[in-house]
């Protein structure tokens, strides 16, 4: 079977053009995967890597360096399509840096090493048959790249993908370029001797080469390298890096036991179970950066001696033919890794090198921060740091994950990264240009990033926090301000009936078993059950003994052959054991009963204490008085139950122009529709509350009304007079009370004054100056007077849950203050919630106020919202 599966292989790879070097690898790696080869590196066959050669501890002249040089050519491992990002052509074709393509920057990169040490430095490329053509259209743009005699790329050989079955070439019609796979970079070897490219490199005087991914921006070609290689006689050498906790899962090298060479782990080398060995970033302390120089001589020597297999560990992947249908069937990729070559050959050595030397962008997070201007090009395009300090952590959604979801939400670039510790961003809001990160950044739920915008902490600068942000507070700080002053209300001994809303302060045990006797639960006769059981093959008559209504006490017994009338509720009399219905019987009143069933012992009768039992917790500490744990109270013998006071709140309004309603207006006049509105909203919120006749602009009938107020009130709200003019009497007649009056950033609602009265004995009772626009009054109380309220009485939550909704037209809103927008909110056929703004968004719009049965938040940060954007909306008829 197997020796067929072979031949065809073959017969395809010759068909497609494959060399016989290509050819005789591929069998060599068949003959593994027949014989079971996993090619696993178990760590009982290896020995950490010691100590080894520092690239910091290398010294190296100029003339050495040049001289290596001189005899070094680059050559980039450049087949990856960046699926992973969700590109689909050559991932060195993505704009990286400054609008620069990866390429871009590689020949770049090369262009000034030569120009800086007057050397020849072909670079090549090992592409792919995808990415050949894009990439080398790049690198048209520098004609001085390319080397005489030597081309710009050679084409990676391609082997088939197998059945994991029978091994056989995988068939793939839809797309037959799918059934062809390139055998891993560990095949540059092979391709180097196939492609021509080895014997002219060393036909032009070229013996090493500096092998690296294209898409590691750090794998410079370091004449520092190249001339330690040259003058210890190397024949290859791999760069390492100090591993840190994050780059447990790259390669790394050890020391095999058997032969004392090094030897390159990959993950997928790892024998099973020990995962723990090769996390162990103490045991093994440096990665494989994939950064490989080789000695061309030797490997040609190798090579020929060899017949071109040059014998890597064979590495066995699991894919799906289709990469990008995971429904497509599996197939088998045998490939190897360039890294492993280093076992190869015999004196080999690896080198620590500056993490600066791996700095590979596998993610649109590292996309990010390699574009941001934490990095800048240098003379030599080297990336370098432009900022001391640990590169920033990022983090991005799913959204951006893809290249194409990236650009869409960084359209005017992104953001400046210099001060900036970490990112994460939850949710896909589109970035502004010109944004800047400060310190720890966390997006969450944003819709869109202001231009301009400066995101995270910034650092206090020396002048005085005020200063900055003039007195102006937050609506969490200043919400936060006030439930710090709150106690919960006192607890106190409350009639049922006006406990409803109250939250029971103590727990509540029953003071009796419920039932408290055993009763009938239908209306019928109380037997003996025994008495019935011969009824099943007929019927049964049964003398009548008595009669049992509910609330009476029975004296008599029912015994044998004898039945009493009961009725539902009815104590069940002695000797009765079951009760059966009236309709199960003639109904006889007296004499006696036909009984036409029989019954189990217990059928309808209501055992004492099946509900409760006395002495148990019927409502506990904490429960929220309703309805249903009324009539448990009830039942269980309580009146009264110890909860936390309903707060009284007294509202005053302010203003010169206000007139009761119903009474007629003069002019200038209108009517005082805060007083009954927050009357209402604070009745609604659980508290008792009563209205006191509003007072005129005159700070002296101000304080002789708030005097009166605060001998019953544990709360006091006043609208109106808080903001600037002339008349604001209640800032005026307070600010030195102990009222604080500030600037919140909200909208409705940012003149605001809160601070605590000194009541009856020093009692503190806490005042709201709010707004005397009536709907900033409303929106006020909404966010900061009911949790308030809730506070107090200790109920929870405190704030109204944020739903969301999508917003049915757009809307606009100030930047810089939290917008709480009046909208009529629905369910939509789908189930979500949907949001209509009400017209009037005006502070003074009381009858589309009076229409919107929810507010919608626009957060600080966003200025316009279009419609289809998903908003947080409160809704004002639900209590959380
Ligand atoms: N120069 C500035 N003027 C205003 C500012 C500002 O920053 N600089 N802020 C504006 C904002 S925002 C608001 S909100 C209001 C708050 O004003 P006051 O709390 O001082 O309220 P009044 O001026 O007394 O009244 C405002 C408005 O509301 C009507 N009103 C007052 N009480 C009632 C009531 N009980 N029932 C119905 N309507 C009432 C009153 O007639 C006014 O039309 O200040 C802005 N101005
Ligand atoms: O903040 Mo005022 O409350 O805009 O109307």
């Given amino acids: 079977m197997s020796d067929q599966a072979l031949r065809a292989s073959v017969d395809l790879m010759r068909h497609r053009g494959l060399g016989p070097e290509a050819i005789s690898v591929f069998e060599h790696y068949f003959e593994q995967l027949q014989a079971g080869a996993k090619g696993t590196i178990p760590e009982a066959s290896i020995e950490p890597l010691g100590d080894i050669q520092t690239l910091r501890e290398v010294q190296v002249s100029d003339e050495e360096a040049r001289a290596a040089l001189s005899k070094t050519a680059v050559v980039k491992l450049n087949g990856g399509l960046g699926t992973g990002m969700g590109m689909s052509g050559a991932k060195s074709a993505l704009e990286v840096k400054d609008g620069l393509t990866f390429l871009d920057i590689i020949a770049l990169q090369v262009l000034a090493l030569r120009e800086r040490w007057g050397v020849e430095l072909p670079l090549v490329l090992m592409n792919s048959f995808r990415t050949s053509e894009e990439s080398l259209k790049i690198l048209a743009k520098y004609p001085d790249l390319p080397v005489d005699g030597l081309p710009l790329d050679f084409i990676q050989n391609a082997e088939p993908k197998l059945r994991p079955d029978d091994l056989m070439p995988v068939q793939w019609p839809d797309d037959p370029e799918l059934e062809w796979c390139p055998p891993g970079h560990g095949d540059i070897y092979v391709s180097l001797v196939t492609s021509g490219v080895l014997d002219a490199l ?34 290859f050498v791999a760069e390492v890096c100090q591993r840190t906790k994050s780059d447990r899962k790259g390669g790394h090298l050890a020391v095999r036991k058997s032969d004392g060479r090094i030897v390159l782990r990959d993950t997928a080398m790892v024998a099973e179970g020990e995962e723990r060995y090769f996390r162990d970033i103490k045991r093994h302390s440096t990665f494989n950066a994939n950064n490989v120089w080789i000695d061309l001589e030797v490997l040609r020597e190798r090579m020929t001696a060899k017949h071109g297999v040059l014998g890597l560990p064979i590495i066995v992947n699991h894919k799906n033919v289709d990469p990008a249908d995971p429904g497509s069937p599996e197939v088998i990729q045998m490939e190897s890794a360039m890294g492993t070559a280093i076992e190869v050959f015999e004196g080999s050595e690896a080198i620590l090198v500056p993490r600066t030397r791996f700095r590979p962008v596998k993610t649109t997070n590292d996309l990010l921060v390699i574009r941001s201007d934490f990095f800048s090009l240098d003379d030599g395009y080297h990336v370098v740091a432009a900022v001391d300090g640990p590169e920033p952590y990022v983090d991005l959604d799913s959204a951006y994950r893809f290249v194409s979801g990236f650009e869409k939400r960084f359209p005017k670039g992104v953001p400046s990264m210099r001060d900036c510790t970490s990112l994460r961003v939850i949710g896909d809001p589109v970035f502004g240009r010109n944004v800047r990160c400060v310190g720890d950044v966390l997006i969450d739920g944003y819709r869109r990033v202001l231009d301009d915008a400066v995101l995270g902490e910034l650092p206090v600068p020396a002048t005085s926090p005020a200063a900055r942000r003039g007195d102006v507070r937050t609506v969490d700080e200043h919400l936060k301000a006030i439930l710090a002053t709150l106690e919960p209300s006192p607890t106190a001994w409350t009639p049922l009936t006006e406990a409803l809303g109250l939250v029971v302060a103590r727990d509540v045990r029953s003071k009796v078993d419920l039932p408290s006797f055993d009763n009938s639960s239908m209306d019928g006769y109380a037997v003996r059950a025994d008495s019935l059981s011969t009824a099943g093959d007929g019927s049964v008559r049964l003398r009548i003994v008595g009669e049992v209504a509910a609330g009476d006490d029975p004296s008599f017994t029912v015994g044998p052959g004898e039945a009493a009338r009961i009725m539902t509720g009815a104590p069940i009399p002695e000797g009765a054991d079951a009760v059966i219905a009236v309709e199960d ?21 209501r055992p004492r204490g099946e509900d409760v039992s006395s002495g148990a917790v019927i409502v506990p500490a904490g429960e929220v008085v309703g309805a249903r744990t009324i009539a448990l109270l009830a039942a269980c013998g309580h009146a009264v139950v110890e909860v936390h006071r309903r707060p009284h709140v007294v509202v005053l309004s302010t203003g010169t122009e206000l007139v009761e309603p119903g009474k007629p207006l003069g002019p200038g006049q209108i009517h005082d529709s805060n007083s009954s509105m927050l009357w209402a909203a604070a009745v609604g919120a659980g508290a008792s509350a009563e209205i006191q006749a509003a007072v005129g602009d005159s700070d002296a009938d101000l304080l002789a009304a708030l005097d009166d107020i605060v001998t019953r009130a544990d709360v006091v709200i006043t609208s109106g007079g808080v903001s600037m003019g002339a008349y604001d009497v209640v800032k005026s007649a307070l600010r030195d009370k102990g009222i604080d009056f500030v600037k919140v950033a909200m909208q409705p609602g940012k003149p605001q004054g809160y601070g605590l009265l000194s009541g009856p004995a020093g009692k503190p009772v806490p005042l709201f100056a709010l707004p005397g626009n009536p709907v900033s009054s409303f929106v006020s109380f909404e966010i900061f007077v009911r949790p308030a309220l809730r506070r107090l009485m200790r109920l929870s939550p405190e704030k109204r849950r944020l739903r969301p909704a999508t917003l049915i037209s757009g809307v606009e809103s100030f930047g810089g203050r939290r917008q709480f927008g009046r909208a009529v909110v629905s369910r939509s056929a789908e189930g979500t919630l949907v949001a209509v703004p009400v017209a009037g968004q005006g502070s003074h719009f009381v009858a589309d106020l009076s229409r919107a049965n929810a507010l919608f938040v626009v957060p600080e940060d966003v200025t316009e919202l279009v419609a289809g954007e998903v908003v947080d909306v409160l809704l004002l008829d639900k209590d959380a």
Avoid: H
């Fill in 585 to 605: 019987t003639d109904g006889a009143a007296t004499g006696e009963v036909e009984c036409r069933m029989s019954v189990p012992r217990g059928r309808y009768v």
């Fill in 202 to 235: 060393l036909e032009k005087g070229i013996r090493y080469a500096f092998l690296s991914n294209s898409d590691n921006l750090g794998a410079t070609c370091d004449p520092d390298v190249a001339a330690w290689m040259v003058e210890q006689g190397l024949p």
